[in-house]
């Protein structure tokens, strides 16, 4: 039927007289900026405007929901952003599956093989790049990071964008924001014969002017369907819940310094996705007695800014060099020797 209307399109206005075409299509062009006009407020209300989610609490006190922190970044923002990439590494350090050890003035990160179980599609890819493809399966140091992106930064890219990859469709399996798939062809007929539609208006009646017109609106229409996101009704609670023990961190009810440690680094890695790692650690600082955890020692010694920075600059160097100097891709470049230095101190020694 869409095919059936568009081919009509294409060749009725051959068929026409001069005086005929020219009323013909100032009729159309009427009909097609409000037919336009009101499909928008469609597609707004019904593809686009989040759902009530009926959530009207200031602040929420527990943590919302057990997401990994790369599943959380989606629910909030729609992407897979370089941040929850390395919240996400700040997860593996907190389930100590990644150790973190030293040696002379590098820090090493140590695959933990003790605690490899239950790990999502994220961060199974995460230990993959890591260990596997930059480091000798068992450990990588900080410094080869650092090099890597900048020696080798096509390949560090790609990985970046394959991990990014992996957290869409993970996210589209979790049904998080609603499939637009509906109204794909209904939007692809409204494309065709809206530019065909400025083509006949440029040619046949010499009306450029409205032409132009016509082809912007649909260009900015096309881009419009194409940029929106619609978290479904129960992820738009969540959304909302979230959104409210973010304000809950930042408030000065926060009492996140009588948790245990446990939940308190929990919610540690979560700030970073959030983005308020800096609220949160203004909470930190009256709590840096705390030494019962790996990831407390990390904050402590500041070896979680420095790796924090390293895989920042890391991601944007090798982004930068892909879109605008030309990359370096060198494929795997796995260190092959059994182990990166022996002499090796962990920063934490407890399980």
Same mark, same amino acid.
Not at 2 to 8: A, D, G, P, S
Not at 298 to 311: F, K, P, S
Not at 330 to 350: A, S
């Given at each position: 039927?869409?095919?059936?209307? /568009? *081919?009509?399109?294409?060749i009725f206005p051959f068929f026409l007289?001069?005086? /005929?075409?020219?009323?013909?299509?100032?009729?159309?062009?009427?009909?097609?900026?409000?037919?336009?006009?009101?499909?928008?407020?469609?597609?707004?209300?019904?593809?686009?405007?989040? %759902?009530?989610?009926?959530?009207?609490?200031? %602040?929420?006190?527990?943590?919302?929901?057990?997401?990994?922190?790369?599943? *959380?970044?989606?629910?909030?923002?729609? @992407?897979?952003?370089?941040?929850?990439?390395?919240?996400?590494?700040?997860?593996?350090?907190?389930?100590? /599956?990644? !150790?973190?050890?030293?040696?002379?003035?590098?820090?090493?990160?140590?695959?933990?093989?003790? +605690?490899?179980?239950?790990?999502?599609?994220?961060?199974?890819?995460?230990?993959?790049?890591?260990? +596997?493809?930059?480091?000798?399966?068992?450990?990588?140091?900080?410094?080869?990071?650092?090099?890597?992106?900048?020696?080798?930064?096509?390949?560090?890219? #790609? $990985? #970046? +964008?394959?991990?990014?990859?992996?957290?869409?469709?993970?996210?589209?399996?979790?049904?998080?924001? @609603?499939?637009?798939?509906?109204?794909?062809?209904?939007?692809?007929? %409204?494309?065709?014969?809206?530019?065909?539609?400025?083509?006949?208006? &440029?040619?046949?009646?010499?009306?450029?002017?409205?032409?132009?017109?016509?082809?912007? =609106?649909?260009?900015?229409?096309?881009?419009?369907?194409?940029?929106?996101?619609?978290?479904?009704?129960?992820?738009?609670?969540?959304?909302?819940?979230? @959104?409210?023990?973010?304000?809950?961190?930042?408030?000065? @009810? $926060?009492?996140?310094?009588?948790?245990?440690?446990?939940?308190?680094? !929990?919610?540690? /890695?979560?700030?970073?996705?959030? !983005?308020?790692?800096?609220? #949160?650690?203004?909470?930190?600082?009256?709590?840096?007695?705390?030494?019962d955890d790996q990831l407390f020692v &990390?904050?402590?010694?500041?070896?979680?800014?420095?790796?924090?920075?390293?895989?920042s600059r890391g991601i944007k160097y090798?982004?930068?060099?892909?879109?605008?100097?030309?990359?370096?891709?060198? =494929?795997?470049?796995?260190?092959?020797?059994?182990?990166?230095?022996?002499?090796?101190?962990?920063?934490?020694?407890?399980?």
């Open positions: 039927m869409r095919f059936f209307i /568009v *081919l009509v399109f294409l007289t001069d005086l /005929v075409l020219i009323q013909t299509f100032n009729a159309l062009n009427i009909f097609w900026f409000i037919f336009s006009t009101f499909m928008f407020i469609y597609i707004y209300i019904n593809k686009d405007k989040e %759902y009530e989610s009926g959530f009207k609490d200031k %602040y929420y006190k527990d943590i919302p929901s057990d997401k990994t922190p790369e599943l *959380l970044g989606y629910l909030m923002t729609g @992407e897979a952003k370089e941040r929850f990439f390395i919240a996400s590494v700040f997860e593996l350090i907190r389930k100590n /599956v990644i !150790k973190i050890a030293k040696s002379n003035k590098d820090y090493i990160l140590v695959y933990n093989l003790k +605690h490899r179980e239950s790990l999502s599609k994220g961060e199974y890819y995460i230990i993959k790049w890591l260990f +596997h493809l930059l480091g000798n399966d068992y450990e990588v140091p900080l410094s080869k990071i650092k090099e890597e992106s900048k020696k080798n930064s096509g390949f560090f890219s #790609f $990985c #970046f +964008h394959e991990w990014a990859n992996i957290i869409e469709v993970d996210a589209a399996q979790q049904n998080i924001f @609603e499939n637009k798939g509906s109204i794909f062809m209904d939007i692809l007929v %409204y494309f065709l014969i809206s530019y065909v539609l400025a083509m006949y208006n &440029a040619i046949l009646t010499n009306n450029y002017i409205l032409a132009i017109l016509i082809g912007i =609106g649909t260009s900015i229409f096309i881009i419009y369907t194409n940029s929106f996101k619609k978290r479904t009704k129960e992820s738009n609670l969540e959304y909302e819940k979230w @959104e409210a023990f973010k304000r809950y961190l930042k408030s000065s @009810e $926060c009492t996140l310094n009588d948790m245990d440690s446990k939940e308190f680094l !929990k919610i540690f /890695v979560y700030s970073k996705v959030l !983005k308020i790692e800096k609220n #949160f650690k203004s909470i930190m600082k009256r709590s840096r007695e705390r030494d &990390a904050i402590n010694l500041g070896i979680i800014d420095e790796l924090d920075r390293a895989i090798s982004e930068m060099a892909t879109n605008i100097f030309f990359s370096k891709n060198k =494929g795997v470049t796995q260190i092959l020797r059994k182990r990166y230095n022996d002499n090796i101190t962990f920063i934490y020694n407890k399980d």
